[in-house]
């Protein structure tokens, strides 16, 4: 597609259930970036794929999140038990690949939990 | 202290005016040096990518880097109120492995009619 894409764009879920947001990256993109953006904050670094590759995911704050990007092109962040801290928006970035190539980004998933 | 520090506003200026938005870091390994406009309820939108120190130039928008003082800056000239978002800085290093974004809080703009 033209851009990335992300769904759903709302996710409401009750504490100590499990979601799933998916991403869609710009077609021929090799690298996939999460990032998570609180409130009110710059967006910070969740995992980084190359291809099928996870290659850092220094940012991921506890082992309730899990990445994954098994063919190398659309990606799904899961997060289990969510807790209410989880609650932020959940942006997904790709690029070409090339460390001198910027990074474009979707709209996000704003998830709530209650 | 974080490794990009940026005002979080808001910035208010009167249509017209010549806008300058700022950002400091402290990580050397930071080559590249991006711009971001971010509307509410939208993702980042990639306004200016600049390498190493010196200034890049698009339109109404100048992106200065000097890395000697770990200095970014962003001007908007002829400022329009569709400029209102929150603008973020967001370095990276030029090393393959670490390929992350590291943004600042983002600064908040108001262009007044």
């Known amino acids: 597609g033209a851009g990335v894409s992300q769904s759903p764009r709302y996710k409401v879920a009750k504490r100590g259930q499990d979601v799933a947001l998916r991403c869609d990256p710009i077609s021929g993109h090799v690298s996939l970036f999460w990032y998570q953006q609180a409130l009110g904050q710059g967006p910070e670094f969740l995992t980084y794929f190359q291809n099928e590759a996870q290659l850092d995911k220094s940012g991921l704050p506890s082992d309730r999140f899990f990445a994954e990007r098994p063919e190398g092109s659309v990606s799904t962040l899961k997060i289990q038990r969510t807790q209410k801290e989880d609650s932020a928006v959940y942006l997904c970035a790709s690029s070409s690949g090339s460390v001198n190539q910027p990074q474009h980004f979707g709209d996000g998933t704003r998830l709530s939990i209650l | 202290q974080k490794e990009v520090e940026q005002d979080p506003g808001p910035l208010s200026v009167p249509e017209g005016a010549i806008v300058s938005l700022n950002c400091t870091y402290s990580?050397?390994?930071?080559?590249?040096f991006m711009w971001y406009r971010q509307y509410s309820r939208k993702g980042p939108e990639l306004l200016m990518y600049t390498y190493s120190s010196g200034n890049k130039e698009d339109g109404r928008f100048t992106a200065q880097v000097d890395k000697s003082s770990k200095y970014i800056s962003l001007f908007i000239r002829d400022s329009q109120p569709s400029d209102s978002a929150t603008y973020l800085c967001a370095p990276k290093s030029g090393d393959t492995g670490f390929q992350k974004l590291v943004f600042g809080t983002g600064t908040r703009l108001l262009v007044s009619p």
């Open positions: 990580n050397s390994a930071f080559q590249y």
